[in-house]
């Protein structure tokens, strides 16, 4: 019944394999589940028993990779950039005394939000398995690398960005805004009302009428309101902007007072996350959150993760 299914997720293997990208249990359920949509094909949960016997029946196992290939190497311009800063490492520290430990030196470096992995499937007998490096024009974040003039390095810090290298969180905070725009905590905001009768494009509101309002799913203020979309926050240089609809901690002047501990506490947990592990999650579950009946509270439905560092 589900053979289509299976030799589609099995083409979409090799063809994965043959450019050098590594595939995981993960991939083959994403896959199973987007061609069992595709083909209209219903009942098919791509569980772990179900991935299990597609690797046996087209004998895919996971094999250790090789070696990492890197599509980028070291150019002339490279060389003389690290020369002229060790240069002017040795310039200072003589001539001005100050320490090298002082001197820093920062750069960015363009990566898919894909970790490197170990293993990989890869269809059996295969000599060398072998997993390139996601090319450039894939990107979605950046990593910022840096040294000190004494060879100590810096924690990697990941920024979240577009295709052009920034040293702003913009797709970061873009993303964050997104996430609270789809899951606000209180989706119809706190209570409010009116002492005075007052006039809305058009309506009329009588004194003392309780008011609550839910803009974040209106397609009239965003392009994809049922999808998580960071660009709704994002203009066309890629710079963040808020748009007057997004309204997650409410609005006028009985707002949420920890508005700003929030944002900060957010953005904090959500980088630190992101940087030290890979986020996986139940496609199941998360299906079954669309069904979810949201009141004055939007409380989210157990469900578990994987922290993979």
Known sequence: MYEPIEKRVYNEVIKSRNIGLPVRDSDVRSWALQFAKALNIHGIKASCGWISKLKKKYHLIYR???????????????????????????????LEKTHPSRIITFDQTSLLLQNTYGKTLSPV???????VQ???????????????????????????????????L???EAALYDVQRLATVTPLGIPHTNFAPMKVDGHDIPARTLLQANIHPNPKNWAHPDEWHPEHFLNDQNELFVPKAFMPFS????????ESLGKMELFLYFTNIIQQFEVQADLRELKRAENQAIGIFNTPLPFNIRLVP
Request: aromatic content about 6%; charged content about 30%.
């Open 170 to 172: 913009n797709y970061t």
């Open 251 to 258: 609005v006028g002047k009985r707002a949420c007072l920890g």
């Open 125 to 131: 007998g295969v000599k060398q398995v072998h997993v």
């Open 134 to 168: 996601p090319p450039g024009e894939k990107e979605r974040f950046t990593v910022g690398l840096a040294v000190t003039g004494d060879g100590q390095k810096f924690p990697a810090a990941i920024v979240f960005k577009g295709g052009v290298k920034t040293g702003k």
């Open 64 to 94: 250790a990779i090789t070696k990492v290939r890197r599509k980028t190497t070291k150019t002339p311009a490279d060389e003389l950039a690290e020369h002229v800063f060790m240069e002017r490492v040795k310039e200072i520290v003589t």
